[in-house]
């Protein structure tokens, strides 16, 4: 059983760039959801694609975006990339939507923006 | 607005005693809760859960209480093992919005 990965590990970007973030979920997971987690917090949901379709989103701007592909791995993309997008984004699967929370996560993706 | 907190950013406990982690929210639509650790350059594992109906649950070592009217959980680790150093991050389930609200999180320490 493959389990979430997630790519690339750390990246440095400056600020206004774009970044794409990619995630491939565990065997049979169709459902996948993405947190970001600052600094000394916990992680704070972003959103989440079910069967290729958002079907849940958290208090983010529209500039922080996502796609869901048929395999069910998913993408995330941040445009005009600000100081405070430094974070770790980690994405996590799950089986037939959200069920009771039971969430698959990966290493997650380290960004950093200067 | 934090609706999951865990006031205690540290714990540090010795080895072969029991550990205690607080998590306290205040939003009463939450029906479902999840303890997930976490390891350095790890993503979060789960550990334990209890729905709302419950008041304990029980796993190995681990145990979690939910006191609905205090709005207040706590998971039990006894006895506590060096393995057991990690973050700790209480959760609840908002099915609504289809998504898991964390708590700020604990370092738990193991001291041998």
């Known amino acids: 059983e493959t389990g979430v990965t997630q790519s690339p590990t750390h990246l440095i970007k400056t600020r206004g760039q774009q970044v794409t973030l990619r995630c491939s979920s565990q065997s049979g997971h169709n459902t996948v959801s993405w947190y970001q987690q600052a600094l000394g917090q916990g992680p704070q949901f972003i959103f989440q694609?079910?069967?290729?379709?958002?079907?849940g989103r958290g208090n983010f701007p529209p500039r922080f975006s996502g796609l869901q592909f048929p395999n069910y791995s998913s993408e995330l993309n941040v445009n005009a990339l600000e100081l405070d997008d430094s974070a770790l984004y980690l994405c996590a699967s799950s089986l037939g939507g959200f069920t009771t929370g039971e969430l698959f996560f990966g290493e997650g993706s380290r960004l950093t923006v200067l | 607005d934090q609706q999951v907190k865990q006031n205690s950013p540290s714990l540090s406990v010795q080895e072969g005693r029991i550990s205690i982690l607080n998590c306290d929210y205040t939003n009463s639509m939450f029906d479902y809760f999840l303890w997930y650790k976490k390891y350095p350059a790890e993503g979060p594992t789960f550990l334990i859960s209890i729905s709302s109906i419950k008041d304990k649950n029980e796993d190995g070592r681990f145990t979690v209480f939910l006191n609905k009217s205090a709005k207040h959980l706590s998971l039990h680790i006894v006895p506590s093992q060096p393995g057991d150093s990690a973050v700790y991050f209480c959760?609840?389930?908002?099915?609504?919005?289809?998504?898991?609200?964390f708590g700020q999180g604990t370092r738990l320490t193991i001291n041998p």
């Open positions: 959760a609840a389930s908002d099915e609504r919005a289809q998504k898991l609200v």
């Open positions: 694609y079910y069967r290729e379709e958002e079907n």
